[in-house]
């Protein structure tokens, strides 16, 4: 699997510790940046990493910033995203077997670099349950953005 990584300056320790737990794995990384502690905008990551899940460069996203919060909301915004902030150990793996979540978010001023590796971990070796239910609720999800889309 290719994981797409990226941080603003409040994620960025974390961010380099996330990544050697992907490769840990097996899996490929790609680091968007920041590369720095310097300020920056977490939009601009969040971009950075959610072009390449939807261009299909990437199978899935991972971003962290200070709170996590930032980040989520902008992934959110870019139709084929659903990114799913977590800090604990029972929703890394719901969200990706309820919600086919393919961004993960995490802030690094609440949570340490154990649980955040161990959520990353979780989040990457769990399927998609394909329950008709949970399918569903994603369809009605992705079908939201085209709804709104349409509102000027
Ligand atoms: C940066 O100070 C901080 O606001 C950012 O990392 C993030 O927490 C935003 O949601």
């Known amino acids: 699997m290719k994981v797409a990584i990226g941080s603003d300056h409040g ?19 790609e680091d968007c940046g920041c590369n720095c502690t310097d300020s920056v905008d977490y939009p601009d990551y969040a971009i950075a990493v959610c072009d390449k899940v939807v261009a299909g460069q990437a199978d899935r996203g991972i971003l962290i910033c200070g709170t996590g919060i ?61 329950e008709a239910r949970h399918a569903g609720r994603v369809e009605k999800v992705k079908s939201l953005e085209n709804k709104y889309a349409a509102h000027p």
Do not use: Y
């Open 11 to 29: 994620g960025v320790r974390l961010k380099e510790e996330i990544k050697q737990v992907i490769l840990s794995m097996g899996h490929e990384v």
């Open 70 to 130: 930032g980040m989520t909301i902008a992934a959110n915004k870019i139709p084929g995203i659903r990114c799913a902030l977590v800090h604990d150990l029972f929703s890394a793996k719901a969200t990706r077997e309820h919600n086919d979540s393919n961004v993960l978010a995490m802030g690094e001023r609440v949570i340490g670099s154990g649980v955040a590796s161990e959520i990353t971990r979780i989040w990457l070796e769990t399927g998609f349950s394909g």
